[in-house]
């Protein structure tokens, strides 16, 4: 297995199409940043759900999984399902973004989800933050859209079941979806660590990085 590591991670930004994506797709990740580096800044954006129960759950959610960090969070209102429709609000908040933070790290969906509001928020990403490493999360849902990672994060046990146990406490207005339960959650890390040779992992999708291997 190859390992590269980065430079010292201060600054993370993180965005979601919906409450809930960030972290479904990269809250193990945020965990194991915030335990390795207290005092972290950690800039949430999150388009839709604004004014409503689901802000809420993604203000407290977010809150727990970013321990010890510096947070902000930012839950707009545009509608579910319509973010090609709000495309100039959906880059006017990545660029008023763009202009007070210049973070070390973005988690972002990935560029072939299949849902639209996901699809649409990762490919505006890199108009907004063009010299950035950006790791593309991944959601189970029942689209079947799940492909091949190429960048993983190890998760100890610990991270992986208190992932989980956020993810229940936290979005209450979820755990009707058949999709949404400790299985699913536990189950793809599972397989992402086995992909990576560790006990649990998320998988993320990267389309472009620069190395530095002589530093």
Not at 15 to 43: E, M
Not at 101 to 118: N, Y
Not at 179 to 197: Q, T
Request: proline share 5%; aromatic share 6%.
């Amino acid at each position: 297995m190859i390992r590269l590591g980065g430079n010292r991670i201060d600054r993370v930004v993180a965005l979601g199409a919906h409450c809930d994506d960030i972290a479904i797709g990269a809250g193990g990740t945020l965990l194991s940043i915030c335990a390795a580096r207290p005092g972290v800044r950690v800039d949430a954006l999150v388009l839709s759900g604004g004014g409503s129960e689901r802000e809420e759950e993604e203000r407290a959610a977010l809150d727990a999984f970013t321990p010890n960090a510096g947070l902000s969070v930012t839950v707009l209102k545009m509608p579910d399902g319509r973010l090609p429709a709000h495309w100039d609000e959906a880059k006017s908040a990545l660029e008023e973004l763009r202009g007070r933070t210049d973070p070390d790290l973005i988690l972002a969906p990935r560029t072939d989800d299949l849902h639209q509001d996901h699809r649409g928020l990762a490919k505006l990403v890199p108009t907004a933050f063009r010299d950035h490493l950006v790791l593309g999360y991944e959601i189970v849902k029942w689209d079947g859209d799940l492909g091949r990672p190429n960048a993983y994060q190890p998760l100890s046990r610990e991270i992986a079941e208190k992932k989980v146990e956020l993810l229940q406490q936290h979005y209450a207005s979820q755990r009707h979806r058949p999709w949404y339960d400790k299985e699913a959650f536990l189950g793809l890390a599972r397989i992402r660590g086995i992909e990576c040779s560790s006990r649990y992992a998320e998988g993320f999708f990267v389309n472009k990085m620069i190395l530095g291997l002589e530093g």
